[in-house]
C-alpha cells in the first residue's frame, strides 16, 4: 500500500513540475534554450489525460485491495465466531461427561456395599460347617446378590470348598503304596497291556493329571492321583506306564 501511494506522489510531483516548465517557458520565450525541444499543448494534454487514467486505475487497486482486506477480516471474524461457538459446546458436553462420570462412581460405590454385609457372615459361618455346607451357602448368596462385586470372591470360596471336597473323597480311597503295587500286580499290569480306561477301573477314577514321558520310540505316560497314597499322611501317587504296561508306581515326597 505505502508503495502505490509513493507512486501516485511521484507521478503527481512530476505532472507539476512539467506544468510549470510550461508556464515559464511561455512567459519568457527570449530566455528559451534553442536546443531544448519543446511539447505541443496536444501531448501535454495527452501526457495529463495519461496521469489521470493511471491514477484512476491505482485508485481503482487500491479500492478493491481494501475491499478484499475487508472481506477477508469479514471472514476471518465469522470462522473466529464459529471456533469460539464450537469451543463452548464442547465445554458443555465436557461438564456433562464429568457430571454422568461422577455418578456412575457413585453407583458403582453403593454396588460394592451391596451384599458385603451378608457375604462377611457367610464367610465366618463356613469356617464351622461341612464343604458342601459351605457351598451351598455360597450358592444362595450369588442368587440373591448376581451383580454384587463381592460374587467373584463367592466363586472363589466356591472353587475352594469344591476342591477341599475332592481332597476329602481322594484320601477315603487313599492307601499305602505297597498296597498299590500289590494290586497292580496281582492284575498283572506290570507285565502285560492294559488300556488307560481299564487302569483307571483298577484303581477307582481318573488321575488328577498325567503326561507325556521322555522316550520318542515310545509311548511313556506318566499319571498323578493327588493324595492317594497313606503313609504318615497324605502323598500324591504316581504311575508310570510304557506302551500301556506299568513300570512302577512311587509316592511324591
Known sequence: MKFILFNLFFFLFCIG??????????????????????????????????????????????????????DKEARSKEVIDQLRAEIIALNETLNEYRSLALESKNSLREIKKIGSKEYRDIYELAKGVSH??????????????????????????????????????????????RVWETKLKGEGLFARRVSEESLFNLIGRKPDSSRRGSSSEHKERIYVWRDYILDGGYHDMFVETTDGIVDRVYKSE
Open 17 to 70: 513540475c512539467q506544468k510549470d516548465t510550461d508556464t515559464v517557458g511561455d512567459e519568457s520565450p527570449s530566455s528559451a534554450d534553442q536546443s531544448q525541444p519543446t511539447i505541443a499543448l496536444s501531448e501535454h494534454e495527452r501526457i495529463i489525460d495519461l496521469g489521470k487514467s493511471r491514477i484512476a486505475d491505482l485508485q481503482a487497486k487500491l479500492n478493491f485491495i481494501a475491499s478484499e482486506s475487508e
Open 132 to 177: 458342601e455346607k459351605a457351598i451351598l451357602m455360597y450358592e444362595e448368596f450369588l442368587k440373591k446378590f448376581p451383580d454384587s462385586s463381592i460374587s467373584s470372591k463367592a466363586r472363589s470360596r466356591i472353587k475352594f470348598h469344591a476342591g477341599e471336597t475332592k481332597i476329602l473323597e481322594n484320601r477315603r480311597n487313599a492307601r499305602t503304596l
